[in-house]
């Protein structure tokens, strides 16, 4: 067993794991992740909490992001020769075990403690250990000349308005060719953690949730443009169950209140 020692913002990496670890050992799964699996059975950590019938559409939300982001990064190293994937908050994300992209370097950023039990665990994977908002320390040894996906999954809601502008801002600077690939929670859930059942027992606070993004990027850098943005209830629509029906029967309801979406910027 892996000893696990993670409290507040750092503990939330064993939500995404678990919930794709479900999804994994599921009946029809969309996503295969049997590395998730082997890393929860390996973990000195009790996941139960997380087997509440009740975090159903959280689980889906989850799977969903996972599929979005892995044909984000999918597409871009498919459209060029060489690329940098920055993970940042990276948590125990298995995408690069998962997607095995021949021509991407991978980078993962975390916390001290998170990188150390990372390193721990993916022994061959490129860890760099501190605060993701530092982006002139961390960044110093990646080629910023390649073109640089940068991903940010369950990361943005942590980081409040002016580390979000500070980070977008760094990241335009340091990177000529710089995609951004985020996730934005619901901005139903501005500012109100409560509100996430999933993180009750986590001390982990949710900062950021703007309805829309874009103007706080184009003050970070004027050169942010959107690429794409979809929203968790866009893909594998069958996992919805009736909430799909529901959303159907009233269209006037902005999903982006309820549910999370992917949003990917660039800069070029
Ligand atoms: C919900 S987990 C997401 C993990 C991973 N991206 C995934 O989807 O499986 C949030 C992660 O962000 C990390 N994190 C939060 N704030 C951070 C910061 N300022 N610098 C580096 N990592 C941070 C936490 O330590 C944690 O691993």
């Known amino acids: 067993m892996t000893a696990f020692n993670l409290s507040g913002v750092m503990q939330t990496l064993t939500i995404p794991l ?11 799964p969309v996503l295969s992740d049997p590395l998730a699996t082997s890393l929860v ?3 000195d950590y009790d996941f139960s909490h997380l087997d509440d019938p009740a975090f159903w559409p ?10 979005i982001l892995d044909e984000v990064a999918n597409e ?10 920055i993970n940042l908050g990276a948590g125990l994300c298995t995408r690069e075990q998962r997607l095995q992209l021949n021509n991407a370097n991978w980078y993962h950023v975390d916390l001290d403690q998170v990188a150390a039990l990372r390193s721990e665990l993916f022994p061959d994977s490129n860890i760099l250990a501190g605060d993701a908002l530092k982006v002139g320390i961390w960044a ?3 080629d910023n000349r ?3 996906l940068v991903i940010a999954e369950g990361f943005m809601m942590y980081q409040d308005d002016k580390q979000a502008r500070q980070l977008f801002e760094r990241l335009a600077e340091i990177f000529p060719r710089v995609t951004v690939t985020f996730e934005i929670l619901g901005w139903g859930h501005a500012y109100s953690t409560q509100s996430i059942k999933v993180l009750n027992g986590y001390s982990a606070e949710i900062k950021w949730s703007p309805k829309d993004p874009m103007p706080l990027l184009t003050e970070a850098d004027p050169r942010y443009r959107l690429l794409a943005a979809t929203n968790v209830q ?17 269209p006037w309801v902005d ?7 992917i949003v990917t910027v660039t800069t070029h």
């Open 18 to 28: 678990y919930f794709r670890h479900l999804e994994n050992t599921g009946a029809h």
């Open 41 to 43: 059975n390996s973990l």
């Open 58 to 67: 959280t689980k889906v939300g989850i799977v969903n992001r996972t599929c």
């Open 76 to 85: 871009l190293a498919h459209k060029n020769s060489e690329i940098n994937i």
């Open 140 to 142: 110093d040894n990646i």
């Open 146 to 148: 390649l073109p640089t």
């Open 234 to 250: 866009d893909v594998n629509k069958h996992l919805w169950r009736h909430y799909r029906w529901i959303m159907m029967m009233m």
């Open 255 to 261: 999903k982006n209140k309820h549910s999370n979406r």
